[in-house]
């Protein structure tokens, strides 16, 4: 066990080590609660009326899908999720990261190759880890260096690309994306982890709302982020699901979700359909933001979502902005290297429908005290 001690020890000297804290009395600028669906009093208890009228009650699945655990609970969940993503068919899995291990492990086979893009979340890249294709990640957003490397791959071409990316918050080029893969006839993965629930008719996300769904062959929704509960669906035809229940490990040799969470899920997304003047809301409040921090002397990434950055090289000088902004009541964390490249350390800003007017101000106007 030293080891393990060494390493804790040398994240401690370059100033990242990880540690778990609560965080209470401070205004939320961190979570990915962007509709404020989690902290809804009224979904709580919307949820909580449902959860006891489950009949014949029951606490657990029991088992895997394809042994005990699938019930009709969740295959009235997927069909009611197959007809918000507007696909053939919808398969749950238990959260985001498993969603994402079983599409990238599975579905690239040896002597194919996948490309993604390189800053797709960590989860992208396990689950390429664990696939026997080869891979290759191309430039942010760069579809020229994309297609120089689709004129190289081998066998059948998957690109792996995110909706609005979980770091910088910009958005995927989309339907120009789609334009270059049916060129060359490659698959496109989509993780709407970022975008489910804000963008589209019912929270449908963004290929949906920009009608681009049927060129997308992978979809991957997540439902703990806008949501505001937990798990996560993969969304596509027929042979892809059915495809990912023979061959998917992640969901395979795991428990089916309880019903609580299946439950939390449908109620979330009824919620939704009544109150989606919170889309509408957030999307004032990501203007509110921008208007105030454009003249700001602020180094920052360019991003027209909820998720926003101010960028401060260096863990310590990163870590700074973020006691100063702690000081000042405001819960944005530091996101520090090795997470993200050195040298682009930064606070990282989520931006929510909840969030008062007179919060945005005050936290802008904390940035510019801070760089004045
Ligand atoms: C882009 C992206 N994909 C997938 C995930 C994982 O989703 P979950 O939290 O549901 O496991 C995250 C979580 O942060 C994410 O940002």
Known sequence: MDSLQELLNKKKEGNALRRLKTVEGLIDFCSNDYLGLANSKELFEIIHLRVTKITPPYNGATGSRLLSGNRTLAETLELKLATIFNSAKTLLFNSGYTANLAVLSSLPQRGDTLLYDELVHACIKDGAR??????????????????????????????????????????????????LASK??????????????????????????????????????????????????????ETLINYLINFARPFIYTTAMPPHSLISIQSA????????????????????????????????????????????????????????????????????????????ERIRICLHAFNSDEEIKGLTSALQNFVQ
């Open 269 to 344: 997304f009824d919620f939704l359909q009544q109150n989606m003047d919170r889309q509408k809301t957030l999307q004032s409040k990501i203007q509110l933001f921008l208007s105030r921090t454009e003249k700001l002397p602020l180094q920052r990434i360019k991003s027209k979502s909820a998720i926003q950055n101010v960028i401060v090289p260096g863990n310590t000088d990163v870590k700074k902005l973020g006691s100063y902004l702690e000081e000042n009541k405001f819960d944005c964390r530091p996101i520090l290297s090795p997470t993200i490249k050195e040298g682009t």
């Open 130 to 179: 664990l696939s026997l294709a080869s891979r290759f990640s191309f430039k942010h957003n760069d579809l020229n260096d994309l297609e120089d490397k689709i004129k190289r791959a081998k066998g059948n071409v998957f690109i792996a690309v995110e909706s609005i990316y979980s770091m910088d918050g910009n958005a995927c080029p989309l339907k120009e994306l789609t334009f």
């Open 184 to 237: 060359y006839g490659a698959a496109i993965i989509l993780d709407e982890a970022h975008s489910t629930g804000s963008y589209g008719p019912n929270g449908s996300g963004m290929a949906v709302e920009q009608k681009l769904e049927n060129k997308i062959a992978v979809r991957v929704y997540t439902f703990g982020k806008a949501m505001g509960v937990h798990g996560a669906c993969v969304a596509g035809d």
